[in-house]
């Protein structure tokens, strides 16, 4: 069994443990003076409205300094958003934040022309200039992910005025946000004769407690919170249905389904397929959910018994031995891939890895073009929490990779690609602590497994099964209200749960409300790429098929280079193939196989 301490006080301010902010900025009064510079570079960049094409040096001229200014402003934003948060409550970073949308939405007012300008030219004759000029050859896949848009792209005034319009189109996001972070309030628990506070923060540890009835009323409590306010959280995501039609018949699109396809550069195949191959797999998590039952002792899995702890006595892993762990567990990846990751953890400084008072609750990983990668924690020595520390590192890595190998203009990969990078590390992670485990280390793993592979592979498919019910029928004119919106959510998940899950229809009905996911729309089913793809890689990895790792660091090095499905063809995965999520499924197969054993052999 893995064994260690909790964490102490001194690690906690240990700035060991924290990032280094002033290796992006200095101060803020750098960071600002960088904010005043991008504005006038923007006005200066405006003054080639009408020229672009006059010459190919006057084009080459213009994008070299667009890439500089993009590199610029996401660098002021990536500051901005680290500083936030660090402490959400703070005032100052808030302004910090505000300041940069404002001036990322001038920015884009101000350069709204390039694209219809740049399409006056036929492909054909950007193609000649990009071959007779050799400056321009780095921006070929750039220039045609313009031209592909062509069909959906308005003329400069147009552009323009869309471009303020999309303020106007985050207006839902931001009201279910105030509803949701600042409004919603939820009833204390009771643990212990102690009244506690449950919170959005907090939620997880309850949903996760030993002790059924703490998780019985957590949950209970939770739900009323949304059902307390499912008017409004309703009425903000079916305007975000309407702004979302209206803003794709704007650009020529016939739905909001097709044109956030389109921008993501996914075949409308790969969305039936993740979510046919999801469906035909219920009854595999329908067994897990009865495996789950019988690990815990009771008759039925309850809706709020699925993140019970399996394991009685789960391992405590200080953060220093995670980091061990996770480096180990990683050989499959070779020593380049290991001694980065080291360095990073070790000495660069790219994890703040314990919680603090106004730190932001979820893990997430950031850094941008000239910067080292950073990635959040809140970590606790549990399991899951080193399964966030290799997936969180998995992302970083992939930064790395990318930003070393590509320019700044292909820097930005796309989230599927993005996903499998992050969820490889898990599979690496999952396969090497198993080998020698015993039972209740063992069962923290298959806990971690399950939470991602749950959400992933059952719940967001499912919910996204929703989501497109709701854009269709906006699509085509009509409307939903919040009670149809909750119905529809009870019949997907009771056909996913069958009767190995036992529910209360109006607490699941307002599952949807706690997914943000929902308003970038069509974003949710993409994760069940990324988990699918890195098992398929992480199979061909474990088993020494030779290539795997060089082809998987040549998939790292991409970027945005190429469309996402021929660079997941870089590591030989179709990811319009139903195929591919089904040997998936194998993998969440043998998880299950585990976990029915130890329940059929039970001490």
Same mark, same amino acid.
């Given at each position: ?390 997936? /969180?590192?998995?992302?970083? #890595?992939?930064?790395? +990779?990318? &930003?070393?190998?590509? *320019?700044?203009?292909?820097? =930005? @990969? %796309? ?90 229809? /109006?607490?699941?009905?307002? #599952?949807?409300?706690? +997914?943000? &996911?929902?308003?970038? *729309?069509?974003?949710?089913? =993409? @994760? %069940? ?75």
């Amino acid at each position: 069994m893995l064994e260690g301490t909790m964490m102490t006080p001194s690690k906690v301010s240990d700035t060991r443990y924290q990032w280094n902010l002033t290796t992006i900025f200095p101060d803020y009064r750098n960071w600002h003076a960088e904010l005043t510079s991008i504005r006038v570079q923007a006005q200066s960049l405006a003054e080639f409205q009408g020229t672009l094409l006059q010459s190919p040096q006057t084009l080459a001229d213009f994008l070299a300094r667009l890439e500089s200014l993009g590199t610029q402003l996401v660098r002021v934003y990536t500051y901005a958003h680290l500083t936030h948060s660090l402490d959400m409550r703070n005032d100052e970073s808030n302004a910090m934040m505000q300041l940069v949308r404002g001036l990322s939405t001038q920015v884009d007012g101000l350069l709204a022309f390039y694209r219809p300008e740049i399409l006056s030219f036929t492909w054909n004759e950007l193609d000649r200039l990009i071959t007779e000029h050799p400056e321009l050859e780095r921006y070929r896949f750039f220039l045609s992910t313009i031209e592909r848009a062509r069909p959906h792209t308005l003329s400069s005034q147009e552009e323009a005025i869309a471009s303020q319009l999309s303020t106007l189109a985050h207006a839902p996001e931001s009201i279910r946000d105030a509803v949701h972070d600042g409004d919603m309030r939820f009833r204390p628990i009771r643990i212990a004769d102690e009244n506690i506070e449950l919170t959005h923060g907090t939620i997880d540890e309850y949903l996760q407690h030993p002790t059924r009835e703490v998780r019985r009323t957590a949950y209970q409590s939770y739900t009323d919170g949304y059902m307390a306010n499912s008017g409004a959280l309703g009425s903000t995501l079916t305007w975000e249905a309407t702004s979302g039609a209206i803003c794709a018949k704007i650009h020529h699109h016939r739905s909001t389904f097709q044109q956030r396809l389109f921008f993501d550069d996914l075949s409308p195949a790969v969305y039936h397929a993740v979510i046919r191959s999801c469906r035909e797999h219920y009854p595999l998590f329908q067994r897990y959910f009865r495996a789950r039952a019988a690990v815990l002792k009771i008759d039925k899995t309850a809706a709020y018994d699925i993140f019970a702890p399996l394991s009685q006595t789960p391992p405590s892993i200080p953060y220093d031995d995670a980091v061990a762990l996770v480096l180990e567990s990683l050989s499959p990846l070779g020593e380049e891939y290991i001694s980065v990751a080291r360095r990073g953890l070790l000495e660069e400084h790219w994890a703040d890895v314990y919680p603090r008072p106004g730190k932001y609750s979820n893990a997430f990983s950031s850094g941008c073009y000239g910067t080292r990668p950073f990635f959040l924690l809140n970590y606790a020595p549990t399991m899951p929490e080193v399964g966030t520390l290799a997936h /969180e590192l998995g992302h970083s #890595m992939h930064s790395f +990779f990318t &930003h070393r190998a590509q *320019p700044s203009v292909y820097s =930005q @990969y %796309a989230m599927t690609v993005a996903e499998t990078a992050s969820n490889l590390n898990q599979v690496l992670l999952r396969a090497h602590t198993l080998k020698h485990a015993d039972r209740e280390t063992s069962l923290a793993v298959l806990d971690e497994a399950f939470f991602f592979v749950h959400r992933y592979l059952f719940m967001m498919p499912t919910i996204s099964r929703v989501e497109h019910s709701l854009h269709t029928l906006y699509a085509r004119g009509r409307t939903l209200s919040t009670a149809d919106i909750r119905k529809a959510t009870v019949t997907a998940f009771s056909a996913a749960y069958g009767d190995s899950v036992e529910y209360e229809p /109006e607490r699941l009905g307002m #599952m949807w409300a706690q +997914f943000c &996911h929902l308003y970038r *729309p069509y974003y949710m089913f =993409q @994760y %069940a790429i990324g988990i699918s793809a890195a098992m398929a890689i992480g199979h061909r990895l474990l088993s020494d098929t030779p290539g795997a790792r060089e082809r998987y660091i040549e998939f790292l090095s991409l970027g945005a280079s190429r469309p996402p499905m021929e660079i997941f063809k870089v590591v030989g995965v179709d990811i319009t193939d139903p195929q591919t999520y089904r040997e998936a499924f194998k993998v969440v197969a043998g998880y299950v196989e585990k976990l029915e054993w130890f329940a059929a052999n039970d001490r």
